[in-house]
């Protein structure tokens, strides 16, 4: 008896051995610069980009550090998180004394990738992400709300998004001839963009036909005879930096030109700024809004509102 007793608690031994050795939401996955992610409910999570404060508070997490754009230009509510900079200058002192165990990074920011020695030597881990894409979006939050246990906020704020994305991509007809200039204006210049960017994407997906493909001057020069050629059936505009001083600079080196004012696009009403919200910064779970603003624009009788 006694002995079948001693089996039956080896048993149940290594069945909770097994248990306390079970993956982790994070185990056999990588950050942007393929290592892998450890991430657990009991880290301290500081952000140092905007978009990914959100992403982990959509995710129910709580933060103790974030980068002054989290609320001064996205209004997040961090609670009593410590300011640790900003998105390029992010403060070492000040993320160490927020009590972060974790930093959560950018992969497209230089200023973001030299910190990792000095991070990683004050203990603080270090996770890269990069976000371009709503499947983009969707597996970091796979990430997130696998860590705090809110899969109902995934439910929510991802697969909802999803389904609402996939409804209008339903509807687009399958039209390939249509053509595109998308421009991002600065204070100080202006560039034609490809389908780097998430409006360039969600266009490419709608199947327009961008000029700078076709004519690659366009992103080093963008020599206003080339568009004039061209003559895009739309024009799409981000702004970077200040908004006031890029549509200055473009009412002043492109808009007062009378051919540019000649151009299809212009004279039929679909010369365009695109909202920061929507386009520069990462919607998150609006989303689906950033594809129904597109949407609208281009097939006003399928999207009759934005």
Known sequence: ?????????????????AACAAP???????????????????????????????CWLLAGGELVGVTADAFEDHGLAVGDAAI???????DPEALVASGATVALLSADLTAHLELEAALTDLGIRCLYFRVDTFGDYAGLMKLFCSVTGRADLYAQNVTAVGERIDAIRAQIPA??????????AYSSGIKAKRDDNLAGRILKEF?????????????????????????PDYIFVLTMGSEEAARSYLS?????????????????GRYV???????????????????????????????PTS
């Open 252 to 268: 002043a080196q492109i808009e007062s030109n009378p051919a540019f004012a000649a151009l299809s696009a212009v004279q039929n």
């Open 207 to 231: 199947g327009l036909r961008n000029i700078a493909d076709a004519s690659p001057s366009l992103l080093e020069d963008m020599g206003l005879e080339h568009i004039v050629a061209a003559d």
């Open 1 to 17: 008896m006694r002995r079948v007793f001693l089996i039956l608690l080896a048993a149940l031994t290594l069945l909770l051995l």
């Open 24 to 54: 982790k939401p994070s185990d056999g996955l990588t950050d942007a610069l393929g290592r892998p992610i450890e991430l657990t409910a009991e880290d301290k999570i500081a952000a140092c980009h905007a978009s990914f404060a959100d």
């Open 273 to 303: 700024m695109l909202p920061k919200a929507l386009f520069h910064y990462k919607p998150n779970e609006s989303w689906d809004e950033s594809y129904a603003f597109l949407a609208h624009i281009l097939y006003p009788e399928i999207f």
């Open 175 to 184: 039209d390939e001839s249509r053509t595109v200039l998308l421009m991002r």
């Open 84 to 90: 640790i900079g900003t998105a390029k200058t992010v």
